[in-house]
């Protein structure tokens, strides 16, 4: 049984990218969902190499800290001045004690890079027992990448950079994607060969193949199937250009999968998203992060979810979410806000222009319109009123409010926690909570009205209310002598109390 290769992948992710005109080196700028450089991370994973290299620079200290986050695994080397790209790999191979097996080089600005692209350069590489194989690309517009240079045979003469191409060379197409294959002994022997004698002055990692194949060794080319693969990223129009061609190839990968994408122009979906079967996603879509999407969800549209998790048959309309839980079968916005942390259970409602932090919303509950509710656990079955605010905040430390199971609160409440309204218990509409509503019972916390008979009449001669009130014949009492409030208290007060809490309005049948 043949022995697996030793492989060492070396990231080349120095360079200072000056036409991205940025304080963030380029291979850190991102691109739906991960860096450039993370992308290509990504697509060298499956190789399981033994040993993972990335050649800083610019900005190593920007570059080393991205790496502790998303491959710890790899070893940063600096490449203190930029010598050029032979320079740049011989200085990570010295960051490698064993010498032997494959070598694969890949620049760091390659995002569309796909693993089965790499893999097959590699199998090819090791099947053929080449010395070096580079991987090329025919394009449209070569201008600016190196050419691939072949014999009359049709075999790789040598790879020569645009800087140092004559015009025959220059109207080649076919191009060096900067993506190689190497034997590891042959490679540092060459590297040791290395001069600067060209345009730039820099020790060319392409000038390896012309030193091989002079010396006999094999050397060989893989073409990518597909060019876009192959595509760098210099500036930030390039990045733009990328952005959408990364779009397009994931939006056409989920609709293949049985989602439907009602506008994929206009639908950005991040590689790290995930989403299930049936998931419908409307138009002027973001969805970033861990975001996760259940099947028969419906999201968009002008939704972006961050880090999200939507369960089965929700719906997420014109809203805005950010490390939040949606359950199955619940429904956020039109143009509501779940912050981190933002639970929704089963059925739940978050309705318009209602913002919600830190806080539970169970089973069948709604908080229909206008509300804040921040840092409070809600039971099941439970309607909180319009225009609620949970007052969670003292100045120095956050409060938590707890709502029961099957409540019904009324409009214009304010929850200043800690407090607690019991399972089953109504609040008054306008009212103030600061103590606990005990199970069944109804919070009342306002002042009781007057009215002051005539004051408009009085205040506001000559206006069109005033005269309105007095085509009405409420004129009277215009002496400015105050109403009193009806005299009867307990039962009848009970009685508006709890027509109050339908203050709510049309939120306690929703």
């Known amino acids: 049984m043949p022995q697996p290769h030793l492989r060492t992948v070396v990231v080349l992710a120095a360079g200072e990218g000056k036409r991205m005109k940025s304080t963030l080196p380029k291979v850190l700028h991102p691109l739906l969902g991960r860096t450039l450089l993370g992308h290509v991370l990504s697509a060298a994973a499956p190789l399981g190499a033994d040993r993972t290299v990335v050649v800083v620079g610019h900005g190593a200290d920007q570059v080393r800290k991205h790496l502790s986050e998303v491959a710890p ?62 991987l090329a690309a025919e394009v449209p517009d070569p201008t600016g990448l190196g050419r691939i240079v072949r014999d009359a045979d049709g075999r790789l ?22 993506i190689y294959a190497f034997d590891a002994v042959r490679l540092r022997e060459a ?25 006999g060794e094999p050397v060989a080319v893989h073409v990518a199937q597909d060019h876009v693969e192959t595509l760098g990223c210099n500036d930030r129009v390039e990045l733009a250009a990328l952005r959408g061609l990364l779009r397009d190839r ?34 002027n879509t973001q969805l970033r992060g861990g975001t996760v999407v259940g099947a028969g969800a419906l999201i968009g549209p002008d939704v972006t979810l961050i880090d999200t998790i939507v369960g089965p048959a929700a719906s997420v309309i014109r809203s805005h979410a950010v490390g939040a839980e949606v359950g199955a079968g619940a429904t956020v916005g039109p143009y509501a806000y779940l912050r981190p942390a933002a639970q929704l259970a089963e059925k739940a409602k978050v309705g318009t222009f209602v ?20 840092d409070a656990t809600i039971g099941e079955q439970t309607n909180i009123g319009a225009a609620s605010v949970f ?17 019904r609160t009324g409009a214009d409440n304010m929850f200043v926690a800690p407090v607690e309204v ?10 103030v909570i600061v103590d606990d509503v005990p199970a069944g019972a109804m919070g009342v916390a306002r002042a009781r009205q007057r009215n002051i008979e005539g004051w408009v009449v009085m205040r506001r001669p000559g206006t069109a209310a005033a005269e309105a009130a007095q085509r009405a014949g409420d004129a009277k009492g215009a002496s400015g002598v105050a109403g009193a409030a009806s005299d009867s208290e307990a039962m009848h007060g009970a009685a508006e109390t709890v027509g109050g809490t339908s203050g709510a309005g049309d939120t306690a049948t929703e």
């Not at 913002?355 to 206008?370: C, D, F, R, T, W």
């Open 250 to 283: 994931i939006n056409e990968a989920w609709m293949r999968t049985g989602v439907s994408l009602l506008d994929p122009a206009t639908t950005w979906i991040d590689v790290t998203v995930a989403l299930d079967r049936d998931a419908v996603v409307d138009q």
């Open 73 to 134: 695994d790899a070893t940063p080397v600096l490449q203190a001045e930029q010598l050029g790209t032979g320079h740049a790999v011989r200085i990570a191979l010295e960051a490698v004690p064993d010498g032997a097996g494959t070598v694969v080089v890949i620049n760091g600005d390659v995002p569309l890079l796909r693993p089965e692209t790499v893999g097959a350069l590699v199998t090819a590489h090791e099947e053929a027992a080449a010395a070096a194989t580079v």
């Open 391 to 407: 007052v969670n905040y003292d100045g120095v430390n956050k409060h938590r409010t707890v709502i029961g199971n099957h409540a």
């Open 191 to 215: 590297l040791g060969k290395l001069s600067t004698d060209n345009d730039q002055g820099e020790e060319y990692l392409t000038d390896v193949f012309g030193l091989l194949r002079s010396a």
């Open 422 to 431: 019991g399972d089953g218990a109504y609040t008054a509409a306008g009212s």
């Open 355 to 374: 913002e919600v932090k830190n806080s539970q919303i169970g089973a069948g509950s709604k908080v229909p319109h206008l509300t804040y509710v921040g």
């Open 157 to 178: 003469e040598r790879i020569v950079e645009e800087r140092d191409a004559d015009a025959t060379q220059r109207a080649i197409r076919e191009i060096n994607a900067g």
